[in-house]
């Protein structure tokens, strides 16, 4: 096994989802955003970054979130907090930012002018897209499914194509990045929690979030106490949840 492999397995190992956190008297607040930043580096569904970050630093909001989130420990002994956030109400900017940037690449790549596989290239984030985000009341979604039941009979064909379809997609590109993060808190000596466990409307109006905006967990950043770990890690037997075909 490669040295690094053995980092990452002894990080692996490490991290848990912590309880309970030591009260810091200081607290290095680089590590949340050199974390936030590799965050943001994950990979995410056709590159749509249908993501944000929201980070609590300040103790009265700590204090009000802590009650937000049902009143967890892992919470209220946080020395920090970051929500995150699926924002799939912004497809159509993400899909505009993809674009400019794509193209800037490709104008670089082949001296100022696009080529036709460019331009092609180009309608995955101009037409497919779009077409895949949107739901036209539920009537285009319908249009969607039954167009790609007919052209899998036959070639594979993705049956994911409605709206809700592609928020699901949102939501795990977001866990993706959550996990980058906390693996990244993990490596930076810390600790972190995640939690699903919180009142949704309560956290909105805390941090004024936009009411298109949902709430994929709120994870809390800190120094594990000697009590953070409620017990050992449980888990099925690997066999139950791995096949080899």
């Given at each position: 096994m490669k040295d690094t492999a053995?980092?990452?397995?002894?990080?692996?190992?490490?991290?848990r989802a912590v309880r309970v956190f030591e009260p810091l008297e200081s607290f290095d607040k680089e590590v949340v955003r050199r974390s936030l930043e590799r965050a943001v580096l994950s990979p995410n569904s056709s590159n749509m970054q249908l993501w944000e970050f929201v980070r609590i630093t300040t103790p009265a909001l700590k204090e009000q979130m802590g009650q937000a989130c049902l009143g967890q420990n892992a919470a209220k002994t946080a020395s920090e907090l970051v929500v995150v956030l699926v924002r799939r109400d912004l497809w159509k900017k993400r899909c505009e930012q993809v674009v400019e940037q794509q193209t800037a690449v490709f104008k670089a790549d082949a001296g100022g002018e696009l080529t036709d596989k460019h331009k092609r290239l180009l309608k995955y984030w101009e037409v497919s897209m779009p077409l895949l985000h949107k739901s036209g009341f539920g009537f285009l979604n319908v249009f969607k499914r039954v167009m790609a039941f007919f052209q899998g009979l036959s070639k594979p064909t993705s049956r994911q194509v409605t709206s809700h379809d592609m928020?699901?997609?949102?939501h795990r590109s977001a866990a993706i990045a959550a996990q980058t993060f906390m693996m990244s808190i993990t490596a930076e000596g810390y600790d972190s929690c995640p939690m699903e466990g919180f009142d949704s409307k309560r956290v909105h109006q805390i941090l004024n979030l936009s009411s298109k905006a949902e709430i994929a967990m709120v994870i809390a950043v800190g120094k594990r106490s000697s009590k953070g770990v409620y017990g050992p890690r449980l888990r099925v037997p690997f066999e139950e949840v791995y096949r080899e075909v």
């Amino acid at each position: 096994m490669k040295d690094t492999a053995i980092v990452f397995d002894a990080l692996v190992q490490h991290r848990r989802a912590v309880r309970v956190f030591e009260p810091l008297e200081s607290f290095d607040k680089e590590v949340v955003r050199r974390s936030l930043e590799r965050a943001v580096l994950s990979p995410n569904s056709s590159n749509m970054q249908l993501w944000e970050f929201v980070r609590i630093t300040t103790p009265a909001l700590k204090e009000q979130m802590g009650q937000a989130c049902l009143g967890q420990n892992a919470a209220k002994t946080a020395s920090e907090l970051v929500v995150v956030l699926v924002r799939r109400d912004l497809w159509k900017k993400r899909c505009e930012q993809v674009v400019e940037q794509q193209t800037a690449v490709f104008k670089a790549d082949a001296g100022g002018e696009l080529t036709d596989k460019h331009k092609r290239l180009l309608k995955y984030w101009e037409v497919s897209m779009p077409l895949l985000h949107k739901s036209g009341f539920g009537f285009l979604n319908v249009f969607k499914r039954v167009m790609a039941f007919f052209q899998g009979l036959s070639k594979p064909t993705s049956r994911q194509v409605t709206s809700h379809d592609m928020r699901l997609s949102a939501h795990r590109s977001a866990a993706i990045a959550a996990q980058t993060f906390m693996m990244s808190i993990t490596a930076e000596g810390y600790d972190s929690c995640p939690m699903e466990g919180f009142d949704s409307k309560r956290v909105h109006q805390i941090l004024n979030l936009s009411s298109k905006a949902e709430i994929a967990m709120v994870i809390a950043v800190g120094k594990r106490s000697s009590k953070g770990v409620y017990g050992p890690r449980l888990r099925v037997p690997f066999e139950e949840v791995y096949r080899e075909v």
